[in-house]
């Protein structure tokens, strides 16, 4: 059996394979996974994600339960693996959306059934596999760029990048650091890959000659204290029409939503992009029909 909790877990082929599956589902909609039943538990409030994952088991033929972490017994203190016990033996997956992912972590241990990283502190693996998705229906290579802050977007997308052999640029202020872990990871991959990895505190250096601009809120859910903070450090790092026009001819832009336009993004460029940003958006939709497909094969 196998748990979704990070992409670090995934090979090239893999990631490739669930694409493709993803791109196939999107033309041709099957009910692969009848009567199966997908509990999806938050602890962070979400649009996409609960949208994406409801529809996805209920479009393949299952059922999703939705279990809000306050609506649980977590809330009053239950341990989590005694947690993990009772519902992963009674579903056939688990998707968590979480503060910490050590909690995830914890979950996965003790669960019966594989459990989806929809999103934590440290990651956000399945916004990755849209955005790849995303990035293949426009014909993109693999030259990317992320600007912002050194998050669970850019975590995921330096995994991404590392183990798929694509150049990753990233540009953050310089009083930001990645987590160390995963630039470790993402250098050791490399070096098998090929990718190129570079990290700048200059938004168009990082851009410069890219195909895929990608960039994120700069104050993520529960850091709403630091947002006047925030807004000092990331002065000059707004992704607008200056900065995009050192990108390749005919480059993209790809935001995970909500966008803050004024802030990480200016108003223009958001709406000269808003096609590939919702298409962005809907396809979370299909590479969780794929990622639920391919973890219910290997549960054997």
Known sequence: MRHFLSLKDFSKEEIHALITHAAELKKNPQKLLPDKTLAMIFE????????????????LGGKALFLSANDLQLHRGELIKDTARVIGAMVDFVMLRVKNHEDLVEFAKYSKAPVINALSDLCH????LGDLLTIQEWNKQGKIAFIGDSNNMCNSWLIAAAILG???????????EINPEILSFARDKALKSGAKI?????????????????TDTWISMGQEEDKDRKIKDFEGFMVDKEAMSVANEGAILLHCLPAYRGYEVSEE?????SEVIFTEARNRLYVVKALLCFLNQTKG
């Open 125 to 128: 693996p399945t916004q990755v």
């Open 198 to 214: 570079s990290i700048t505190h200059n938004k168009f250096e990082a851009i410069e000659n890219k195909d895929v601009v990608i």
């Open 44 to 59: 962070k409030s979400s649009t996409r994600t609960r949208m994406a994952f409801e529809l996805a088991i209920t479009e």
């Open 166 to 176: 694509y150049e990753i640029s990233i540009a953050l202020p310089k009083n930001y």
């Open 269 to 273: 460029l958001f709406e000269a992009h």
